[in-house]
Nanobody, 120 residues
């Protein structure tokens, strides 16, 4: 089992920055791909970006590329989402997800979400 707790959300003006954190319990953090998703009111859930378990560069949705940065610290069991140049359309609940494929199945764990509101 992996438990995820997000923090760092809040209200910010357009053009501002926020850094979200997702702290994970358990000893298998480094073996999980860590994803950030968001869901805006009335919209489908969107994958914001992924930090893979094997290193390499994170990947991002086109809507946030160049503005958001994902990083992970396996020594602290924590993944971060640095959000710069925020726009009102970034307003959403942001969720952290830990994903690990296991042969023909997978494990997927979710945090409770943290609200990000960007005012114009």
């Amino acid at each position: 089992q992996v438990q995820l707790v997000e923090s760092g959300g809040g209200l910010v003006q357009a053009g501002g920055s926020l850094r979200l954190s997702c702290a994970a319990s358990g000893r298998t953090f480094s073996t999980n791909a860590m994803n950030w998703y968001r869901r805006a009111p009335g919209k489908e859930r969107e994958l914001v970006g992924t930090a893979g378990s094997t290193g390499g560069s994170p990947t991002y949705a086109d809507s946030v590329k160049g503005r958001f940065t994902i990083s992970r610290d396996n020594t602290k069991n924590t993944v971060y989402l640095q959000m710069n140049s925020l726009k009102p359309q970034d307003t959403a609940v942001y969720y952290c997800n830990a994903f690990r494929p296991l042969g023909m199945t997978f494990n997927s764990y979710w945090g409770q979400g943290t609200q990000v509101t960007v005012s114009s």
